[in-house]
């Protein structure tokens, strides 16, 4: 795999990627979505392709603790929706990553972003209420639920961006703060484990990778620590206009990078 190895990085560069995976997991216990900056640091630090492999086994680790921290809250209805449509988004990822070089991918998943984003701002007004999470079984409901799904599954394939995707539809149906956490923390951790095996038949996880991975973990550790603290905090409205800032922050990110 085209990277650098844990010896080649300087001070640094280490601290710029430490610095990432403490954002990994205040990401997962707090703003679903800020990891799109996590992304773009190891980006800069490491070749762009490969940094995906590298930042997976940290996302992983990170929805570890989400899952152990807001397990009670999960809504599985949903989760059950979701799950063949983003196998479908994957499976259409994997081909993508075959053939497409950085600069289609980051063009095409900044603009979906941002595109889910206006579009959540857009229904939320439209609304003016609150639905429950139950309302997505109508027929719409799982025709979002499908949609969502599968940018969902390929955008978290192709550059491990699927969480912006996640937290629009999971506003866009009307999860409340616990609910959403719960729900996402299950959602990326069967789904980033899932994408292990295409990773490695891909070369974008190797020894070298899993070494510096092996360094990086423990300051996941700190991060999801400051994230459930911090989500204690944070009420309803401001949480939701984080989440969705943090969807355009790491969209724009992707365009202009």
Do not use: C
Request: glycine fraction near 10%; charged fraction near 15%; charge should be positive.
């Amino acid at each position: 795999m085209n990277t650098m190895t844990l010896w080649d990085l300087n001070g640094w560069q280490f601290a710029a990627l430490a610095f990432a995976a403490l954002l990994v997991g205040f990401s997962k216990t707090a703003v679903s979505g800020a990891n799109t900056v996590s992304l773009a640091v190891f980006a800069a630090v490491l070749p762009a392709r490969a940094s995906t492999g590298v930042l997976l086994p940290i996302l992983i680790a990170g929805d570890v603790l989400a899952v152990l921290t807001y397990r009670r809250h999960a809504h599985w209805p949903t989760l059950w929706r979701l799950f063949p449509a983003v196998a479908a988004g994957v499976v259409v990822g994997t081909v993508f990553l075959m053939w497409a070089d950085d600069g289609i991918v980051r063009t095409s998943i900044g603009a979906i972003l941002l595109l889910m984003a206006a579009v959540t701002v857009w229904r939320r007004r439209k609304a003016g209420a609150e639905e429950e999470p139950d309302a997505v079984a109508t027929r719409a409901g799982r025709a979002k639920a499908r949609a969502y799904g599968v940018l969902g599954g390929f955008t978290t394939m192709v550059a491990n961006a699927g969480g912006p995707v996640m937290s629009m539809y999971l506003l866009s149906a009307g999860f409340r703060k616990m609910g959403f956490l719960g729900t996402s923390a299950f959602f990326f951790l069967i789904v980033n484990t899932s994408k292990l095996p295409f990773s490695v038949g891909l070369g974008l996880i190797d020894a070298e990778s899993l070494l510096l991975d092996a360094a990086l973990v423990l300051f996941v550790v700190p991060g999801a620590l400051l994230g459930k603290w911090a989500v204690d905090r944070i009420n309803q409205r401001l949480f939701e206009h984080l989440v969705i800032a943090a969807t355009v922050v790491g969209g724009l990110q992707l365009l202009v990078r």
